[in-house]
Each structure stands twice: as structure tokens, then as C-alpha cells.
């Protein structure tokens, strides 16, 4: 009646068995249940992205894995997590919610990976979550690339932890800096037409901003064509302020195509559409940038002054074959690192479980190259909650508005706007997580 | 259903089936004959319907009956597209198809199936003529010991049926491609196209309360026609996003809104998959960064997923309604508080795009509403539901090892027909457990609770949209793995009833590594235990 479950492997630990010997008479065999987990081995512990490598979201995003295998090898380089490699199977999504899916199904039935991570884009983390059901499977999704308040719901997402400030944060701190720096002006908004540039609307309700005129987009649909529309309607507005609430690519052909119209405005620049070096490469020049605003959790990709950023940058000149750095490489290598301390934090004896409960006791300690707190904590799977605000140079750097990072957080609530008083923790020794 | 029937028609078996014979109000001694070491009879059961039964000279005492699926109750008239020129069957059909009941036999089974008494939902007497088709086939063949009951569609509900009716007389089941709980959610389904259609597209088409007699004929058949007529129209203004002149008031309304977002609103609202024999919704023609392929992948393939799925579901459900409405007595289907808004809160998220975004979603819904004169609800006669909610259905009770097959992207009978199955066994396997450990808990005994549920799903891959030269869409190859209604391969219908002949042989189901190599070499298949189907939308709201 009792036979004991064998591991995939066929091996049961000795000390199990030694236990199992003394409970074999009173106890169900399901209480003996011990096994190895998917994904990890003895020396290597295997991880899933799916991303737009091809498609409209491309640019920019498309060098997220890269970057991030990068910062991995070089952990791997200096010992793994506890012995093990990590590696990253990485799947090409298109930003396309059913390719998405395939993708992730793919990622947990076929290559059999620990956990995803870093998984872009909100319908596709919504549309994942729906149909592959990390969390009935107990998969750990881990820093999902988006900040879609909706993931904030442990209960609904058990095993989905955010890393991102909210789409609301962003936009209730946004709010502030518009009302406390633009206040009679015209203001204008384009935003992407669904749950991203929903949580932006709140945000905006919340911090109590209305605009003048507001010019919504379906995803995918953005081109210089679409964008023409946009513009003629700003301009028709006579918005002197707009805000943009939308993919890099959106926000390219907005600038691109206001500079060609000759429309003139402040533009305020969410942090998803905000990469420099992504706004040059889809056909921004440089002095359409040059003046508008941006937002970002992290210190600017070019600020060398900053311990995260020079290491970073390090790690891109000899792993990632010295890419372009830009903000998407500097987010990916952050996730990368952030992801090995929630490895450590599930100990040597890795399991989903462990990885979860080590997020949740740990993570509000981990090194980070963000200038907002990380808020992890039991039934907390959000991380950053903090915004600072900068203008882009002719250089098409950001830099930080006054001449240092003012960060301030909030919450997806209707909790206040405070100016942060955190202190970030230093660099790991020579970058490699010891926690 | 027109592919069985050809199948059928080409292959011996179905030869020895053909032959036209009375109803009888008794069942007759079947008339048999012996070629090539396999006994083949036929005969009609006490309702007059037509069996066929097959027996190799080593059988192995093992009866494998197939239940048909629906057949539809009335001719249809040539120039009705898919089906035109259709005319009532009352054949009958001992296997899927011919190279499984070749398989079957060759392996010592014997098969057996009927044409059933009566055409259109005959579930009840379905499984009546199949309890009766049991015991004439033991009466002619002694030795047999064991049935397995396997059937598709209509038949996979009849098979279901006669499990937890009659578990006393199979050892093992096989439903596939199944309506499963009652008829109400398929009809459910097809109303809320059938209204969709009719509210954005065209006010004329009826959709249900069909009249009774000739009259609700020609209006059944009247609908067909402009169901199918109107879906050309939308399928010529997919790239513009025209709408059908056809439309009335929602095509001014909503004209700011391309007519493939309404179009896959209503797909989606009903419960349709986005994916489709032909159109997979990930990708487009020309280069992977080209923006012809995202558009198209991202806007148009949803949308002609939905059309492609109403074309090939549009003549079920209007006839299936038209059938049980006859049945019935009247109208069955009650949408007045249907909240399509919450229908669709979910799937609104990954289509979003192909919806027009957010703003447009809500001015579609609003449209919906039935607060708007120009989107009148349906109501159903509740003497008529009566009657329907009558007629045979299940409580979900898995008595014998079963093996349910779905196509993850079956537009007439959703996969999510096998997950409501599969729900009711997971609440059936937890309460077993349950008491298994109160029994452990008492007497210190454990009795492992064994499986007897087994979900097998087809699964499109993940790309396979064919594109012409030109980059339109090429429609011409066979249908996706996946997709479709039932149409499952040979070898994977094989691998099925392998699972239910060897679940019937040793009591339970096959696990493990061998049930791992059944799957593989069956190709397309899954058993992925967390896999989901989404659940169609009218238990959705049970």
C-alpha cells in the first residue's frame, strides 16, 4: 500500500529514506513526496524569457536578454549560485499575447525551465498568467517586465512578483511634478489603449491632473502614419505640455512626427518609452529630445559616477559585447542581478517554494541598483515604489532635474507623494550577490 | 461530419452498413456474413435504428461501440455553402473512420455503432439505442467481456451518457471532441454569435424562436444564407475595417471602429477560440520585422480566426437551435441579462489590439447594452426551457477509466466541454481523497485513490497562417493540428483507443512512461495536467 514516490532521477536522499523508514507504517506515501525541482540540477539551474525579439516593441527591448545572460555568465564565471550555472532560454514573443503564451508553454513543457523571468509586457504577462497558469503550476515569474498594477494581487498572482513602481505610481508622481511645474498650462496625453495606459489614467485621477485633450492608442497600431493623428489633434488642442504613456516605438513616432509638424510642446516621456538610444534608433533625432522630460527608478544609464552603472558597464564591455548601454541594458543586468540574489535567497536545496518565501523574507534587502526602496515582503510582490524626474540633454542623456536624484514614492493607492529617504545598498563585492 | 460520411462510404465496412432496412418496432436477428476472417452484421435495434457490427475470427472478447455525432435533422438546399445539398443519413457508423475500424479489428476488437434512431440532439435515445446495441452484439458474440464505449461530438456526450448511466455495461470511456454537461451551453454559445451577428451586422437574420413547421424551415435555412453572406461581406472589409451595408444602425454607430473588431467581439463574447484552422493570430506575411507581418498578426488574424470558426460552426448552430427550439417548443435561450462586459474582462486583455483598445471595447459594449432599443435581448419561453433542460445530461460522474480528447481550437464544441469534465473529476477525485484520509485518520488503513480521468488535448502549433505569394492569406492547405471540430489524425484517434482498451483491459488508466509514449507518437497531443481550457461562457455563469 505504501510505496515510496522516487525522484525523476530515481535517487531519494539518504536522510529522507532513514526518516521515511521510521514513518512508513502511519503516513501516506503523498506526505513523502520529494522531489527534485524542474529546471534545476546539480550544476545548473535553467531560467525563461519570453520578450520581443522581432515586431513592432522590438527596438530596445530586443536586447534584454543579451545583457542580462551577460551579467549570468559572469556569475557563472565567479561560481554560479551555490555551484550551479544559470542559464536563460529565451523565446521571441513578437509582443503578441497568443505568441506569448505558446512561448511560455513552451518554455515550462518542452525546455522545462526553474522559473521565467523578466517576462515583457502586460497583456502578454496577463494573457500568460490566464492560459499557462504559472501560478497553479507554482512556477515562480519572477520581475515581470511591466508595471501593470494588477500584479500586485498576490492572491490572483501567487507566484508573480513585479519589480517595476506601478503604472498608478508613475503617474500619481507624475501628476505632482506636472501640477507643481506646469500648473495653467494646456495639457495633452497620449496613451496606449489598454490596462498600461488604464493604470495611467488612475494615476493621473489620483493625483488629481486633468488634461485638455487625450489621445488614446490601440497597441501595435503606432506607425508615423497613426502618429500624424495624434499630433493633429495636440495641435488642434494647443496642448503646451503632453504627456506620453506608451511603448518606445509610440513614443518615437510621436516625437518624430511632431518635429515634422512643427509642433512644439513639453513632452513628458513615461519610463517605458523613454530609452534614448532606443528614440534614436527608431528615427528621433537628437534635438527632439533635446528639453523633453523623463522618468526613471534607476540612475541614468550614462551616469558613470554611479557605483551600479560603472560595474554595469563593465560587465557589457566583456560579456555583452560591448553594447550599446543604454537603459534597456541597465534594467536587464539589474533584473539579472536581482535574480541571482532570489536564487540565493532559496538556498541550496532550490525549489519553487524556497525561491518565493526567500523573495518575500529577503528581497526588501537585496542589492539594487534602483534609487527607490524594494518593498518585498509577506503577500508584498511589488518591488519599486519611487520616481525620479530629469530632462534630456542634447546629448540625449537624461539627467536628473536639479542636479541630483530626487526620488519620490507612493504607493497604487491613494497613499501620499513622499520625497524618499532611502539608502540604497552598496554594490556587492565585485558585483557578485552574497545574500 | 461530411468527412465521415465520406470515409465511410469509401471504405468495406461502411459497404456491409449501407444496406437500407426497415425500422422495425422489434429489433430483428442482425443479418451477417463472414469475409476474409471478419464476421460483419447488420441489423436494426427495436427503434429502428440501423447498426453495423464487426468481429475478427481472434477476437479478443473486447466490443469497442463508436457513438456518431450530430447529424443534421433536415436537408439543406444545394447553394448553402459547406453544406449545401446536405440530405438526412440514418447510416451506420461502428468506427471514426475506416483505417480505425481496420486498426480495431486487426487487433482482435470487435466494433460495433449505430445511425441512431432519430437525427438532430437525440441524446436520450442515443443512449438507449447504444444499451440496446450492447446486448445484441453480446447476444451474437458470447465471449465478449468487455465495452469500451468511444464517440464524438454528439456521440462524445452519448458516451459520457451511457458511462454514468449504464457503468455497469462498459468498462471503459472515450468521449471526444464532446458537448459535455447539457445541450444549453452549445446553444448558449450559438446564440450569443447568432445575436452578435445579427445586432451588429445585419438586424435581419432571426437567430432563434424559430417557427414551427415549414415555417421555421425556411427561416432556419433563410438565416444560413445570410449569416453566410454576411460574413463574406465582413471577410472583403477585414484590411479596410468596412462594415456590411447590411449592418443597420450599429454600422453607423460603430463606424469609426473597424467591422473585424465587432466581428471578433462577438467571437470572443461567445466563447469562440482566436485561433482558427487556418489563422493562428502570431503571425504575418512578409519579414518577422516587417510591419505587414505584426499588423496582420496582431489585428487581422484574430478576427478572421473568429470568422473562419462562425463559418464552420454558423450551420451547427443555427440548426441545433432550430432542432431543439422543434423539440422544445419554442425558444430556449434567454440573453436579456447577459453581462457581455464581464464575458469578455479577460480576453479584452490579450486581444486588445485586435479590439481597437480600450476606448473602442467600451463603445462596442455600450452598443450591447440593453438599455439600447437597437440591441433588443432575446428572451426564451420558459415552458420550452423546461422541456430543453428535460432532455439527457450529466452530473460529471466518472465511473469507468475515461479518456476525453478536445481540440484546444474547436470552434462548434469548445475545449472547454472537456474541462468542465475535468472539473467535476477533480472535485470527485478530491472528495475520494478526502475520505480516504478520514478512513486513514480512523483505521490507520491509506487506500491510494486511483485516477480514472484523463484530459488528451490537441494543440495547435504555434505558427502555421500559409501566406500566398502576394502575402494574402492562403486558406487552401488541411486544417491545423487543433483546430477544427473533432478532424483528429488517424494515429491520434488510435492512440486513444488504445488508452480506453488497455484502461478496459487492466481497470485503470495507463500512466507513466508508456502513457507518455502512447501521446508522443500520436503527435499534436498533450496531457499536460495544469493546462486549461477555458470553460465556455455559459457554465462561466452557473
Known sequence: MFALRRTKRGVLASATLAVSALAISAIPAQAFSVHAETGVTATQIKLGITIPLTGSAAPGYSKIPSAMQAYFNYVNDNGGVYGRKISLVVKDDAYLPTLAVAKTNELILKDKVFAVVGALGTANNKAVAKSVNLGRRGIPDLFVNTGYSGFADAKKYPTTFSLFPSYIMEAKIMGQYIKENFAGKKLGLIYQDDDFGTDALVGFKQAGVKFDVSVPYASGSQSAQSAQGWIGKLKAAGAEVVVMFGVTTASGAALATAAAMAYKAQWILGSVGGDATTLKAVGVPAYVLTGAMGASFLPAPTDTTDEYVKFFQGINTKYNGDAVFDNNVLVAMNTAMMAVQALRAGGKNLTHASVMSGLENSGSSFASASLSPINYASGVHVGYSGYWFGTYNSAGELKPNGGAYSVYTTDSGAGAIVKSTFKRPALPANGLPTN | ?542
Not at chain 2, 489585428?299 to 464552420?312: C, D, G, Q, T
Not at chain 2, 430543453?388 to 472547454?416: C, E, F, W
Open chain 2, 1 to 542: 461530419m461530411k468527412k465521415k460520411i465520406s470515409i465511410l462510404a469509401v471504405s468495406a465496412l461502411a459497404s456491409l452498413a449501407l444496406s437500407v432496412l426497415p425500422s422495425a418496432a422489434h429489433a430483428d436477428a442482425p443479418t451477417c456474413a463472414t469475409a476474409n476472417f471478419v464476421t460483419s452484421c447488420q441489423g436494426a435495434t427495436s427503434d429502428g435504428a440501423l447498426y453495423a457490427m464487426s468481429v475478427p475470427a481472434n477476437f479478443n472478447g473486447t466490443l469497442v461501440l463508436y457513438s456518431h455525432g450530430y447529424r443534421y435533422p433536415v436537408d439543406i438546399p444545394a447553394g448553402i455553402p459547406l453544406v449545401g445539398g446536405y440530405k438526412v443519413v440514418k447510416v451506420a457508423e461502428p468506427a471514426p473512420s475506416a483505417a480505425v475500424a481496420k486498426y480495431l479489428l486487426g487487433k482482435g476488437f470487435g466494433i460495433a455503432g449505430s445511425g441512431f434512431a432519430v437525427e438532430g440532439w437525440n441524446a436520450d435515445s442515443g443512449i438507449k439505442t447504444d444499451t440496446e446495441l450492447i446486448a445484441t452484439f453480446k447476444a451474437q458474440f458470447p465471449t465478449t467481456t468487455k465495452v469500451v464505449a468511444w464517440g464524438s461530438s454528439l456521440g462524445g456526450f452519448i458516451t459520457q451518457g451511457l458511462a454514468e448511466q449504464h457503468p455497469d455495461l462498459i468498462s471503459a470511456a472515450a468521449p471526444m471532441c464532446t458537448v459535455a454537461g447539457s445541450v444549453e451551453g452549445e446553444l448558449t454559445m450559438a446564440a450569443d454569435v447568432l445575436w452578435g451577428m445579427k445586432t451588429f451586422f445585419d438586424p435581419t437574420i432571426k437567430g432563434h424562436n424559430y417557427s414551427a413547421g415549414a415555417a421555421g424551415y425556411g427561416e432556419a435555412m433563410g438565416d444560413l444564407v445570410k449569416v453566410f453572406t454576411v460574413l463574406g461581406k465582413l471577410q472583403a472589409g477585414v484590411a479596410s475595417g468596412a462594415w456590411p451595408d447590411s449592418a443597420g444602425p450599429a454600422g453607423t454607430a460603430l463606424s469609426a471602429i473597424p467591422s473585424r473588431s465587432a466581428l471578433l467581439l462577438v467571437g470572443l463574447m461567445s466563447g469562440l477560440p482566436a485561433q482558427s484552422m487556418h489563422f493562428d493570430a502570431t503571425s504575418g506575411p512578409g519579414p518577422k520585422n516587417s510591419a505587414s507581418y505584426t499588423s496582420f498578426a496582431l489585428a487581422a488574424s484574430p478576427a478572421l480566426a473568429v470568422l473562419e470558426n462562425i463559418a464552420n460552426a454558423a450551420v451547427l448552430g443555427v440548426l441545433a437551435t432550430y432542432d431543439v427550439e422543434q423539440q422544445a417548443g419554442g425558444a430556449v435561450i434567454d440573453n436579456s441579462k447577459t453581462d457581455y462586459a464581464a464575458r469578455i474582462e479577460s480576453e479584452a486583455v490579450s486581444n486588445n489590439a485586435a479590439l481597437s483598445g480600450n476606448t473602442a471595447i467600451g463603445g462596442m459594449l455600450s452598443f450591447l447594452n440593453p438599455a439600447n432599443p437597437a440591441a433588443p435581448r432575446w428572451t426564451a419561453d420558459p415552458a420550452a426551457v423546461i422541456k430543453m433542460r428535460a432532455l439527457a445530461s450529466h452530473t460529471g460522474k466518472i465511473n469507468v477509466p475515461t479518456i476525453a480528447l478536445a481540440n484546444v481550437a474547436d470552434p462548434a464544441v469548445p475545449a472547454g466541454n472537456v474541462q468542465w469534465l475535468a472539473d467535476r473529476y477533480a472535485e470527485q477525485y478530491a472528495h475520494a481523497k478526502g475520505v480516504a484520509m478520514a478512513t486513514f485518520s480512523k483505521t490507520g488503513t491509506y487506500t491510494a485513490v486511483r485516477k480514472s480521468f484523463l484530459a488528451v488535448w490537441s494543440v495547435p502549433p504555434t505558427t502555421y497562417t500559409k501566406f500566398t505569394n502576394t502575402g494574402a492569406p492562403d486558406t487552401s492547405g488541411p486544417a491545423a493540428n487543433g483546430t477544427g471540430h473533432c478532424g483528429y489524425t488517424d494515429k491520434q484517434l488510435m492512440a486513444i483507443v488504445d488508452l480506453a482498451t488497455n484502461a478496459a483491459a487492466t481497470g485503470k488508466l495507463m500512466s507513466g512512461g508508456p502513457l507518455y509514449t502512447v501521446i508522443r507518437k500520436a503527435g499534436g497531443l498533450s496531457i499536460d495536467p495544469e493546462f486549461r481550457a477555458p470553460l465556455l461562457k455559459f457554465y462561466n455563469e452557473q
